[in-house]
């Protein structure tokens, strides 16, 4: 079974930066597409930024140059490097690993708050 864990939210400024970090337990190689999603009050969840399985990177609009994802595969951890940070970046930030096999092996972390506040 995989277990994955946020952690680095928290309370920041406008401008202000967070990294956030998710640690998967048990078995996750390198095919697994990971990364993270947010989910704001009263809106539904959306993509943040993705490593596909074949190793591309994808990023939501909104964060295109202000956030970063990176994935340390030696750790079985995926990155969330967040500046510039915005009003609008208010959200619960989750981690996903998937992999697109039969069936298919979807796996969701907990979530971890992120609060822009001045």
């Known amino acids: 079974q995989v277990q994955l864990v946020e952690s680095g939210g928290g309370l920041v400024q406008p401008g202000g930066s967070l990294r956030l970090s998710c640690a998967a337990s048990?078995?996750?190689?390198?095919?697994?597409?990971m990364g993270w999603y947010r989910q704001a009050p009263g809106k539904q969840r959306e993509l943040v930024a993705v490593f596909t399985s074949g190793g591309i990177i994808n990023y939501a609009d909104s964060v295109k140059g202000r956030f970063t994802i990176s994935r340390d595969n030696a750790k079985n951890t995926v990155y969330l490097q967040m500046n510039s940070l915005k009003f609008e970046d208010t959200a619960v930030y989750y981690c996903?690993?998937?992999?697109?096999?039969?069936?298919?092996?979807?796996?969701w972390g907990q979530g971890t708050q992120v609060t822009v506040s001045s």
């Open positions: 048990g078995s996750i190689s390198s095919r697994y597409a």
């Open positions: 996903r690993a998937f992999l697109a096999s039969l069936p298919p092996k979807d796996y």
